[in-house]
């Protein structure tokens, strides 16, 4: 079925319900990559006029990927929580940014309808949204994730240590972790990206930290980023395995160019649940996404890119993740061209992410070959962390090395945390304190007596 | 520029080259880490604008009679916003790949860093080449290529495997990284990257080019027996396949 918008001068038609979408994203080089960008300003806006009289449950009768074909289509649509949507069951995607912004729509209400809200609602609404909207409603929203420490608190920024080492050298990353427990930061969790996809590294690795968190009882949970199969390896070989951690994105085949399924995310859920290594209805999964990961696949199905990111979001919300973050500027100048596209592109996965109910993060960067510079990063770390983004990464120095590409750091954390009076997990911050890193006034700043010291002498000098 | 005293732990800067105890100010960063910082941003940025110099590379491999070829991408810029053309062989150089029955190939890709790939590509090439039961097809140097384009240069030279060499995107400690992509019988515009195998971050602070060309070569020796690569592919179980590297019976005893 088409759609259609007069603006007044000239009547713009479009095709179908993917290629309105696409035509109302804002700007963006992924869009262009894959021949579905507006060709003007003023299609992009009639697009969005149409887009805004669309009612919400036509997204539910006409799926963007078919759903003979799609696993992830049928995932969204089987699972869909009719009594859940039920309340916003009667509005255009118009009237559902306006209800968004209203009074009535409480941080209850915004629990409660979560479940009900498809993914590509979620993307059709933020369409029709500005920054300052997105963020709006996105700070209203509350998802409260735990396992050693409890994440996503109001009021609370939690960091994931990054201490990635280009040839997983235990004492290189061992340093950056001690670094980053200095700087207060860890509280997200202790997440390595592997050089090297190999379970007896993966195993070495977590044994490591799990020696660390254990000497000083350190509220932390750890992480190595490897392939869900690795991982799954590790388990066998009953490795201190505390999340599973896997990129995912939204449709079958790019899964598929993931190497990943339901299945196999189903099978790893429960072999980690099956650990009993967290307090019961602990969260245990860890998933990353990014706009472009199935355009760069060819696995979008003729979809805008930044639906598709919200498609994801309909396979982290199947497994109540303790962690999910988009990865926003990392995919390059293809997807997200520069520093105005980076920063809208965040802005919109995490609102999205927290409309339907998951524990967002994000991982605020960019590459070398992008148009962007630390100054974008601030931008949009400052506005994430005013949004109430659970948590960001926290790299040394902002320079990830084994990566090639720019995160947040340590430093920029410490910023965020003391320009906009947030806290780290209730668990973390009372270890601080009790350790001597974090002072009287909660100010990072370590004091060289107490269990600060004994911390740094754990590493050789 | 002076450097200001750093966090007191310091001393562990010595276990990384990552940018750690770089010291405070309030809570932000000292004016000459600020800077120390974006002059290194500065270096990569232009690592990553830079050209491969294909006359040099080819020169270092001349026994082998490598083949030149480019993709699609015309120039840098195109390269950089579209990676589709960066897959695909550029019309007039499909006649020099000469059709053979071969074990693999070697594509040398300059990919994101040219820098990379044109100091160490060549005396890795020459690590692969000389391994024993392999027939290689003549050595591809690819300009602006990604790692999809030695699907179809594989495919065109009758290569049962494609070894492709290609620069990662330059980091800002280090804009000299390399990857090794290794895919089994590759189908252009059919492989997916879950069907490829990687060694990555070889040269600069990663691997060494010998510990590089082992980690390689282990790879390719298990998918010619499994004939397959991918996540099912895993690095250990070819590293355990191999004999031991020289010395390390000594070690371990």
């Known amino acids: 079925m088409s759609y259609g918008c007069n603006t007044g001068g000239t009547h713009y038609v479009f095709a179908d319900m993917r290629t309105l979408l696409a035509r109302a994203s804002p700007d963006r080089a992924g869009d262009h990559l894959a021949g579905l960008a507006a060709e003007s300003g003023e299609e992009r806006v009639a697009a969005r006029m149409a887009l805004a009289d669309l009612p919400l449950a036509r997204f539910l009768d006409d799926p963007l990927v078919p759903y003979e074909a799609d696993e992830v289509t049928r995932l969204i649509l089987d699972t869909h929580d009719c009594q859940a949507f039920a309340p916003i069951a009667a509005m255009t995607a118009g009237e559902f940014r306006d209800f968004l912004l209203s009074d009535e729509a409480t941080s209850e209400t915004l629990a409660c309808i979560a479940p009900g809200i498809a993914p590509e609602m979620a993307a059709a609404v933020s369409k029709l949204m500005r920054n300052q909207d997105l963020i709006a409603v996105a700070k209203k929203i509350s998802v409260v994730t735990r396992f050693r420490t409890t994440i996503g608190l109001p009021g609370r920024l939690c960091v994931r240590i990054q201490p990635n080492h280009p040839a997983d050298e235990l004492a290189g990353i061992g340093a950056s972790i001690l670094d980053g427990l200095m700087y207060g930061c860890g509280d997200a969790c202790i997440g390595i990206n592997p050089a090297s996809d190999s379970a007896k590294h993966v195993l070495a690795l977590l044994e490591r930290i799990e020696e660390l968190r254990l000497r000083f009882e350190i509220p932390v949970q750890s992480c190595v980023l490897a392939h869900v199969t690795t991982t799954m390896r590790v388990m066998e070989r009953g490795g201190p395995v505390d999340l599973v951690f896997q990129s995912i994105a939204g449709s079958e085949a790019a899964n598929r160019a993931f190497g990943v399924n339901l299945a196999l995310l189903d099978e790893a859920h429960q072999a980690v649940k099956s650990l009993h290594r967290a307090p019961p209805g602990a969260n245990l999964m860890y998933f990353e996404t990014g706009q472009g990961a199935a355009l760069s696949a060819q696995a979008h199905h003729g979809v805008d890119q930044q639906t598709m990111e919200a498609r994801a979001y309909a396979v982290a919300r199947r497994y109540a993740p303790l962690l999910v973050n988009t990865v926003v500027g990392f995919i390059g100048p293809e997807y997200l061209y520069d520093g105005k596209e980076i920063l809208r592109a965040g802005l919109e996965d995490h609102f999205c992410g927290k409309l339907m109910g998951l524990p967002m993060g994000a991982d605020v960067c960019y590459t070398n070959h992008a148009e962007a510079d630390q100054d974008d990063m601030d931008n949009l770390l400052t506005l994430l962390c005013v949004a109430g983004c659970n948590y960001i990464m926290g790299v040394p120095g902002a320079d990830d090395i084994m990566l090639g590409y720019q995160s947040t750091s340590y430093h920029d954390a410490l910023y965020a945390r003391s320009v906009l009076g947030l806290r780290p997990a209730p668990e973390f911050e009372a270890w601080l304190k009790a350790f001597g890193i974090m002072d009287a006034k909660s100010r990072v700043r370590p004091s060289l007596s107490g269990g600060a010291a004994r911390l740094l002498a754990a590493a050789p000098r | ?253």
């Open chain 2, 1 to 253: 520029m002076t450097l200001p005293p750093g966090d007191f732990w310091d001393y562990l800067r010595r276990a990384t080259p990552a940018r750690i105890a770089l010291g405070r100010v309030g809570d932000g960063l000292p004016t000459a880490r600020v800077l120390e910082f974006e002059l290194a941003h500065a270096r990569a940025r232009d690592a990553a604008k830079a050209n491969l110099d294909p006359a040099a590379l080819i020169a270092g491999l001349a026994a082998w009679r490598p083949v030149l070829v480019r993709s699609e991408a015309k120039d840098r810029a195109t390269f950089l916003q579209r990676p589709d053309l960066g897959r695909r062989l550029a019309e007039n150089c499909a006649e020099k790949l000469a059709p053979g029955s071969f074990d693999a190939t070697i594509v040398i890709a300059d990919g994101l860093s040219a820098g990379a790939v044109q100091a160490q590509a060549a005396p890795l090439c020459k690590i692969l080449l000389a391994a024993p039961n392999c027939v290689f097809a003549p050595p591809v140097v690819a300009i602006q290529g990604r790692v999809a384009l030695g699907d179809d240069i594989a495919a065109r030279q009758g290569a049962t495997l494609a070894v492709v060499l290609i620069g990662e995107r330059p980091g800002l400690s280090s804009c000299d990284g390399m990857g090794a992509y290794i895919t089994f019988d590759p189908k252009p515009g059919v492989t997916k990257d879950a069907e490829r195998n990687c060694v990555s971050n070889i040269g600069g602070h990663g691997l060494s080019l010998d510990e590089a060309g082992r980690r390689i070569l282990a790879i390719m020796a298990l998918a010619r027996t499994i004939r397959r690569t991918g996540t099912c592919l895993k690095e250990d179980e070819a590293l355990d396949l191999l004999l031991p590297a020289p010395g390390t019976l000594n070690q371990i005893a």
